[in-house]
Structure formats: C-alpha cells, structure tokens
C-alpha cells in the first residue's frame, strides 16, 4: 500500500510551523505528501483551542473520514493546542494523539500502537532540530520560542503549550541562513510572546544582518515586554519590515485587568506613541476581542476609540467565546449576547476600514516593493512590507512567485492595493 500525508493546521502561523515539523517526521518514515486529504492514508491535525469553531470544524470531518479509518486505509493524528475538555472527546475518534512536544516520538509512538513497524530509538531528536518540510518556496516560518507564561484568562495556550522555552540564537541564525541559501524571501519569527525572548533586539539584528535579499517579521509580541531597543531596531535595519501586530486585546483597562494583561489603555497608547515616532513609515495590527465577559457599552466604547486613536492597518476582530478550563471560563460569565458580540464586531470592522482607507492615502502613487504570491484570474497577488495585499496585472507566462518587484500603487480598496508593474 502506498504511504501518503496530509497535514492540516488550524488556527495561528505557530500550528503551520508544527505541521511542517510534523510533514518532516512523516516524510522520514517514507510518506509522501498529498494535496488532497481523501488521497491520504495518513491525516495529521494540528489543533486550535483558540475558538470553539476551530474545535467543531475538526468534528465536522469525521463523516467524511469515518468509513475509511473503519477499513484500515486511514489513519488519523491530532496534535497541537487541545485542551484537556476536548482531548477527552475527541481522543476515541483519533487513532493516536500527542503533544506537539512529544513530535520527535512520532515513529515510537506510531510503533508502539501498531500503526508504523518498530523503529530505531537513536533516530530521535529534539523539536527544534526537526528540520521542517516547508508548504512556501518563499515564506519559511521559524520558531525561537515555545510555550507561553501570561496566562491571560481567556487563553488555553499556557495549558496547550506549557510554560516559555527559548531556542538557543546560533540555531535559529543557522535556520535563517539556511532558508536565504535556498531563496527564502520572507522570514517569519514565531513565538507565543517572541519579545521576552532573552535579547530578542539582538537576535532581531543578528538577523536582518545576514546577506542576502529577504524580508524579516514576528509574531506575536506582548504590549509589556516591548522594548525600546526594539523599536531601535526596527528603525535601523532595512530588511525588518516595518510592520508590527500588536495585541490590544481590549481599550479598556478594566476588561485589560479581568483578562490579566499587565497594562492599563495608556500604557499600549503611549508605546504606539514611541513606535510610530520611533519607525518612519510603521504599520501597525492588532488582535481585539468584542463581548469579553461583563464588557458594557462604555467599555466596548474604549475599545473603539483606542482603534480610532492608533489607525491600524489590520485588525483580528475576535467574538469572544468561552475556552473551557481557562480562568475566565470558571471565574467569569459569558454575558454579552450574541446579538451585542455581532454588533461590536461589526462596529470595529468599520472603524478599521475607515483608518485602513485613511492610512493609505499618501502612498497612492508611490512605487512599492511586493513580493509576489500567486497568479490568480489574469492578476498577480502579493504583499507589500506592511503586509497589504498589492493586486497587479502582468503576463502569466513570467513567474513571478517568489520574487521582489517594484509596483506603482494607483488605486486602494478596502484591504487592498491595485498597481502596476514598473
Ligand atoms: S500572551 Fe496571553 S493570549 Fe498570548 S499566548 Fe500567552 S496567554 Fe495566550
């Protein structure tokens, strides 16, 4: 019988790393990746605990799996962030379930429930030292840390993924520099809280030092650990773009408190302050949750002026929804309807919108550097270093995937440049 994967990632850029991790571990047991999940025989899933809807979308596939796992042809993997409420669930529908922590025991762990023929224990090494099977020829994602110790009280993560780990620096260069050896154009640096990463100002030099032509990012970091040598550093070295999604979560120093994020409403406004005045031209994203647990109109109102003040380019709008095993889940109600989560969100799209337009305005006629993505209806798609998508039209036959060019910028919709190829 042929041996295929597939990997399917929920959730955060940290769950695509893990499952290129988990495609490399595969791939060494001698599967050989598929695109289409109904040709595999084996499914890896790597979870999201975030919202119940990434939880129900995993339930949703089994009616469509069921009678192939019932005949043996199918074997099924869950790993990634699953909180112990739902691993009780759904461990009896999967044939083998692990922490991502335990990846490198994959072939053991297969060996020992019959489902891989025994395998050599030397083979086994640690989860950074995996070397990942990438899905991009030009995007690469690149883990410095793990875990997290917030424990904001809506978050299942420091339950999912364990307290903070550090991946030593000379590692990571050595994973960098491997990736710009093989064309990587966009390098992303992934972490729970990727600033307190000891001297994460260096690393970030260290970094955008290397030779080569590539772009440089991270996610995610915590208002309270961003420094000013960050900032510095962001200011100084070309290839860290100028782009930052920075997690407000609320504009309400009260719902701030019930969420147990360490900064008040002005402490975040004063640090995007420093940022914009520090980085010429920066870009700014946030995360915002609507309906946290007691958040009233006047709250929610904070939330809005907080977006309308710092004018982001991006938003990750979150209704709020109960994790249970999570603090707020046993401390606090869920009660905010439904109806007032959808109106909130729908608010807050359309502040965004109204700054996304906004910011926009002066780089109309500029000439951009997009890295090209993909062709798609007679367009090229890609993003510029804020991370924007820049649409332009060019011949097809040149491939442009993977490559800088330069883009005149002549018309913005919402979320979206249309250029022209200069
Ligand atoms: S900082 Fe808060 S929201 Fe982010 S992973 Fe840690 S606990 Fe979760």
Known sequence: MSKTYYVWPLGCQTNKSDGERVAAVLEKLGYDRVDDEQTANVIAVVACAIRQSAVDRIYGKFRHWETRQQSGELTTLLTGCVLPHDKQKLTPKFDLVFDIEELPKLPQLLAQTNLEETVNQRDQMAYFDIQPIHNSTFRAWVPIMKGCDKFCTYCAVPYTRGRERSRPSADIIREVEDLIAKGYKDIHLL???VNSYPGFADLLAAVASLPGDFWVRFHAPHPKDFTADVIRVMAQYPKLCKQINLPAQSGSTKVLRRMNRPYTREQYLKLTDDIKAGIPNVSLSTDIIVGFCGETEAEF???????????YDMAFIAQYSVRPGTVAARRFEDNVSHADKKKRFEELTAVLETTFMANQQPRLGTVDTVLVEKYSKDHWLGRNQHQVTVEFPAPSAANLVGTFQQVRLDKV???????TLC
């Open 413 to 419: 919709e919402p979320f979206r440049f249309v250029g």
């Open 191 to 193: 972490g729970q809280n």
């Open 301 to 311: 109102a904070e939330s809005k002026s907080l977006m309308e003040y710092v004018g």
